[in-house]
């Protein structure tokens, strides 16, 4: 009766808001239901020619990218020590590791077998660049829960595993560097194995190099725009200096990055199938003109400096990282497959249905954890 009142309560805008995640989760999982037990003919538009689609393009490869920047934070407060980072550190590493269950749950759907995604565990390939990936996002994902696990300790006020949490943190931080490393890079060392099927703008020898450098160029954005979005949703300052700063690592980062990618073009003589006027060749220049426009933002301090600005060049620097993963998995492939491939709308809307949860799980953990301290029992905004 008393939630049926708060509902009463809320405005117009919060009503329609909270309808249509609904509306996504029930026709989500309407779908998931045709995904695992009518096959992927039921929702996809996959195939024999093409079997990695939109799906492992963005809730995979692109996801596992886009949860970077809890990595990326933690390196910079708990190694480097940037200290004065401290006060986002909680909600970044919250969203990586939704992030990185989401990917788990995600494969699942990409999985013809589903049911054998256990199988890393004990059918062992050292050999495989996939095995690898496994374990490394496996033993990174419990990397994050040790990292996620004080919230929940402290929200109970259990004083005697949080002084132990607090005390190994320092190498559970070192850990999940390195693992994230190993990962990100390798997921550019999957595409590797195919050099006479992806397009030569995208195959290069150093696509493991150029994965990590995409990772460590997103992170700082993707904390940018969540701590954007909370700022919003939760009714908080948004706190603008640290968010320059950590803009000044996107920066660096992206440069390095579109640096070395540029050159590798000239390195490995392909610059001019970029003015060949192909469908390959016009999704790689709008790929690097979206990643340009967002360090030019960043280059120009008085932008850089504005909310509006800074929050522009995060959601550029995203939609770049994203559009280089699908133009990998998606664009890049197609040419070779010999066949034409678009994704159905219920393959997109799954990858939305996903992005959904992991939101909603956001919202109601930082409402009953201590994710942000000073909004902990805050209800008023439920």
Not at 110 to 131: A, E, R, T
Not at 345 to 357: A, D, K, P
Request: hydrophobic content about 55%; aromatic content about 14%.
């Amino acid at each position: 009766m008393n939630l049926v009142m708060r509902i009463k309560d809320f405005s117009p805008q919060r009503k329609f808001a909270w309808s249509v995640i609904g509306i996504i989760l029930l026709i989500g999982l309407q779908l998931s239901y045709m995904r695992f037990f009518k096959g992927f003919a039921s929702v996809t538009n996959l195939s024999d020619e093409f079997p990695w689609g939109f799906w492992i393009g963005f809730d995979v490869i692109a996801g596992v990218a886009l949860a970077s920047g809890g990595f990326t934070l933690c390196f910079l407060v708990y190694i480097i020590g940037y200290h004065r980072y401290h006060s986002i550190v909680r909600p970044t590493v919250l969203t990586a590791f939704l992030g990185y269950i989401l990917v788990a749950v995600g494969l699942l759907y990409d999985l013809g077998k589903y049911f054998n995604i256990w199988h890393p565990l004990v059918m062992w390939n050292p050999h495989s660049v996939m095995f690898e990936v496994a374990w490394c996002v496996m033993l990174y994902l419990s990397v994050l829960f040790l990292e996620f696990v004080p919230m929940v300790l402290e929200k109970f006020n259990l004083q005697t595993p949080l002084h132990f949490m607090q005390k190994i943190t320092i190498p559970v931080v070192i850990l999940g560097v390195l693992l994230s490393t190993l990962h990100q890079s390798s997921l550019g060392s999957v595409y590797l194995i195919v050099p006479e099927k992806l397009h030569e703008l995208w195959y290069t020898p150093i696509l493991p190099l150029l994965f990590f450098l995409s990772a460590i160029t997103v992170g700082p954005a993707m904390v940018i725009l969540e701590s954007a979005l909370s700022s919003k949703i939760f009714h908080r300052g948004l706190e603008l200096n640290i968010m320059v700063d950590i803009a000044g690592f996107q920066l660096v980062g992206m440069i390095v990055y579109v640096g070395v990618k540029i050159q590798d073009l000239f390195v490995r003589g392909v610059v001019p199938s970029l003015f060949t006027g192909s469908y390959e060749a016009t999704h790689f220049m709008l790929e690097i003109g979206i990643l340009l426009a967002a360090c030019l933002i960043l280059i120009l301090p008085k932008l850089r400096a504005h909310p509006r600005w800074l929050l522009l060049s995060s959601i550029l620097t995203v939609v770049g990282i994203l559009y280089n993963r699908l133009n990998i998995s998606w664009v890049g492939m197609m040419r070779s497959s010999g066949t034409f491939y678009f994704p159905a709308w219920s393959e997109v809307f799954i990858s939305l249905f996903l992005v959904t949860i992991g939101a909603v799980a956001f919202y109601f953990i930082v409402k009953w954890l201590p994710v942000f301290p000073e909004i902990e029992g805050n209800e008023e905004n439920a």
